[in-house]
């Protein structure tokens, strides 16, 4: 029976998620995975820290978060900078759901640092932390012996770094193509129902898929960040979000929405990538698709992608209807995984 | 670097196929999997056996097979009987890949006990083994602290156990719904384009997708079979074929066919699977689709799944353009995990 600590840094809807979960699947991992864990550190941006060494009563940090209230009710930690709780958390494990910093991928690289370099597994849903400090934090992890898991960064919950590193051996891959923005996807399915653009993203706004100001959804750097975490990671090539070539969303017209629909057609923000020897050709940009195309059925906030690899001619992962909860499960088979695999 | 001597029972287009992509993977497999292989035995239904402790030349095996000739050329194995085979080879992985016998899986289920009581890894492409004797087979492979992976029984090589094995954990399937069976996928997609099923099946026959007596395909037992293998493994309740609500093509018209396509939908052979607490719903039988379902735009002889989970609402695989090259990559993925699993 391995003991894990775990400390979790963000405590929003994927990390309250995240220790629901945990809860349901706590017998599971103990019979299956002999695997027992408590949470011994959790940082929050606005209901502060807590912090303890022999576990913390998390169903009462759930119901305190939930409530508005501080968790300094359950454990009185008087710091509140992230990467000092990094720094002090007593933990095995760091669970890392900050948001991404398209940028630099800071504060997230460093709190993944910290971590590693304390010998703790480090977790993460952050993309920026992989489009910016990919190689480093990955041999960091191999000199500590500690693993740097990241599933939860693209397609949720989804599994495919975890394919290709476990299920797809001596693989390589030359191309994908995808569906990988939720909030647009959801957008461009509403204006098909007649909806304003402008209505589509209060929409989405409203039910917590887009942020206040809706950039970095519509004009593509959401999917543009995937990409280039994907190639970064699977074809081994550094890419970042800026040196994807991009075109959003905005662009798209109800008339043309329309027209498309006339014809048996949709409008979907497709990302694509095609390995060019050690350079990568990557794009993101709004697509007619019909029906005979894989892309066409992927609805909502569903996702999409499709890999050619020189093994398999074409593999493709859908995921429908993702939630909190399927982030949540990425990064939980990222734990598990992590302890199997050391 | 592990030494595998392989032994090879079925050496068709899967067979010779998966030599060629040993051959082209040989470097690979050596410096980031530190393996090295031989292919140690060959056995042929028509064109004889070959062993050779020190390795046969694969390139003189696949010149003589494929011009017709015996592998008694290369090595003057006496024994005509596949399962001497298994007991005399000295290997230590065996590739079984025989043709599936619905009725009680042999002989391929001796083959691998027996390869397996040999402590020798089993992999096998055979469904009819999996339906028939999974539990025992995979006590036995427990027991000799031997691998029994199975990759390719169901989708060619796309990777569906090894998902659920390592990249799904903690995970309980509920349900499942796909297409599965290539041949009648094709025979539906060209009656679409006017042809008669009659010519439909003789083209599949042709070029070598369905054989001389097509019932396996069109009356469903090949989907049945698959169905029954991911039930049994996938939700642990074993399935036979026989046990599945089964439905073939036969009765899907000309005219039905012009029909849906007219109103934009398609007829598709569609296997469903539900897990009803201990025991499980499944079906094979003839479906209408419309564009907003996965598996409309599922063409030719590809194939898909689409899985709900306790952990991920839905997650789909699609496979594209399979052929013998992606079933033995099936093979190869789960030699080289069966190594570095061990």
Known sequence: MSQSRLALLGFGNVGRALVRLLKRKEAELKEKYEINFTVTGIATRRHGFAISPNGLDIEKALALVESGQSLYEISKYPLTDSLDFVHSVPADVLIEITPVNLQNGEPAISHLQTALDRNMHAITANKGAIVHAYRELSELAQAKGRKFYFESTVMDGAPIFSLFRSALPATQLNSLRGILNSTTNLILGRMEDGESFEDAVKYCQQIGLAETDPSIDVDGWDAAIKVAT?????????????????????????????????????????????????????????????????????????????????????????????????????????????????
Not at 256 to 273: D, P
């Open 230 to 342: 994907l190639v970064t990671v699977l074809m081994g090539l550094p890419l970042t979000p800026q040196e994807v070539d991009r075109t959003g969303v905005r662009s798209i017209t109800p008339k043309m929405v329309a027209e498309a629909k006339e014809r048996g057609k949709r409008w979907k923000l497709v990302c694509t990538a095609e390995r060019d020897g050690n350079t990568v050709k990557s794009r993101v940009a709004p697509e007619l698709v019909s029906p005979s195309s894989p892309l066409y059925s992927v609805e909502g906030s569903s996702s999409i992608v499709e890999f050619h690899t020189d093994t398999l001619s074409s593999l493709s992962i859908v995921e429908g209807n993702p939630g909190p909860e399927t982030t949540a499960y990425g990064l939980l088979a990222d734990f598990i995984n992590a302890i199997r695999d050391q």
